[in-house]
């Protein structure tokens, strides 16, 4: 990676308060060596809406600002599901490192309103369930930025790593060519699926997982960690993956090796 790219990435969004991305790649790889249970999870926008269901705004609000979430083929969410939001609101609580929306540091972009709308919704609902991170956290888009360095990659290569939830079966045949130790791949449509997912790793080696499920991956990272593994929130980054975004930082991390 460039090395001005590298300092304005971490000057940015992963200073005090934040928890730096160094931080949170060390504290990884810390965890996995330990094989201590750990989880790190995300709040995006559609959690703080699962979050907020009943208690920070009412339905005509989430029906208006969410409509297309009532669909029932929407990664399996259909609301409004209370039961997913307790679930969900446990998994957070079972959280080792969670991440917290950037309030008034998107102002100079197009789809500022977009950031600082949903960006306070998921602040009130994280308050609403004392889940909001006062001191250190993590940046809510930490996944996407991480996938930027070498040593996210190198973990995907010194570690045994399982990849679960959506188009997690497409992102592993992507990445095979660059011949990492990921030793499994599946799917996550619903909470449905969790049990029989968790049932398959106990028959596999690995050390740690990552995930992307909407709302459902971090009620399994949650799963994940009481059985004593590293897992971690990927979410919408798995398509930066597919759609080659960092191939040049992979092969930079491999002719490194």
């Known amino acids: 990676m460039d090395k001005q790219l590298r300092e304005n990435l971490l000057s940015e969004f992963f200073t005090d308060p934040y928890y730096s991305l160094d931080y949170i790649l060390d504290t990884i790889k810390q965890n996995i060596e330990a094989k201590n249970g750990y989880a790190i999870m995300r709040v995006g926008d559609f959690d703080a809406a699962v979050l907020g269901q009943g208690c920070v705004f009412d339905w005509n609000f989430l029906r208006k600002n969410w ?42 972009l197009k789809n500022a309103y977009w950031y600082e709308f949903h960006g306070k919704i998921m602040v009130d609902a994280l308050k609403y369930w004392r889940l909001l991170p006062e001191n250190n956290f993590m940046y809510t888009f930490a996944n996407r ?66 995930v992307a499920a909407a709302s459902t991956a971090k009620i399994f990272i949650s799963e994940i960690k009481n059985k004593g593994k590293v897992g971690f929130d990927l979410g919408s980054a798995n398509m930066n993956i597919i759609n080659g975004f960092h191939d040049n930082t992979i092969r930079e991390y491999l002719e490194g090796v």
Not at 78 to 107: Q, T, W
């Open 67 to 108: 409509g297309h979430k009532f669909n029932p083929n929407t990664k399996g969410i259909c609301l409004p599901d209370i039961a997913l939001r307790d679930r969900l609101v446990e998994a957070y609580r079972n959280a080792d490192m969670l991440s917290r929306f950037a309030l008034g540091k998107h102002l100079h």
């Open 145 to 210: 930025e991480m996938l930027r360095f070498p040593e996210f990659w190198s973990l995907l290569k010194d570690y045994k790593t399982v990849l679960i939830g959506d188009k997690m079966e497409e992102v592993k045949q992507y990445l095979d060519k660059f011949n990492l130790n990921i030793v499994y791949a599946g799917d996550l449509c619903d909470d449905s699926d969790i049990k029989p997912r968790l049932k398959e790793l106990e028959l596999i080696d690995y050390d740690w997982a990552l």
